[in-house]
């Protein structure tokens, strides 16, 4: 886990200085968030299988403002995530993707937009849009070939 925390906290740093060169795309906001993701329609899925997450979010918002602690962070996509075999009692499939909406609702207002992933092994790579920006996510799937949640943590930067 702590090495985990390592590659996220590089990946926050990246993020913000990719954004943070750019005088006109200044970061309005840097969330780190953790939580479960539910493949509702099951894994493997391919077409357009449903799913959620649910978590909480940590960070700052400029616009509107808001100060994050712990704030409930919520999401709704569609994925396909070809099937893998499974080794050792874990699922292995190279590589996913989704797209949908997400929230986080703090005290003194709410982000909203859109997001969509690349997922190659237990890493993605998030695009957001309204507000732009991008992240990045590690998976940990459960001891399960045939998984339904997924642990994620990860880190979201708009501009």
Do not use: D
Not at 16 to 25: I, Q, T
Not at 59 to 73: D, E, R, Y
Not at 127 to 154: D, E, R
């Amino acid at each position: 886990m702590k090495k985990f925390a390592i590659v996220l906290m590089l990946a926050s740093l990246g993020l913000v200085a990719m954004f943070g060169g750019v005088a006109e795309a200044a970061p309005t906001s840097v969330i780190v968030f953790n939580g479960t993701a539910s493949l509702n329609s099951g894994f493997p899925c391919t077409g357009a299988c449903s799913g959620t997450f649910s978590g909480v979010a940590r960070g700052v918002a400029v616009s509107p403002l808001i100060l994050c602690v712990a704030c409930p962070m919520t999401a709704s996509f569609t994925y396909q995530e070809g099937g893998g075999s499974c080794v050792a009692g874990i699922p292995v499939a190279p590589i996913g993707s989704a797209a949908g909406t997400y929230s986080v609702v703090g005290p003194t207002g709410t982000i909203s937009g859109g997001f969509s992933w690349l997922r190659v092994g237990v890493t993605a790579v998030m695009l957001l849009s309204g507000p732009l920006g991008a992240g990045v996510a590690g998976f940990i799937p459960p001891l399960s070939c045939a998984p339904t949640t997924a642990i994620v943590a990860g880190v979201a930067v708009t501009v």
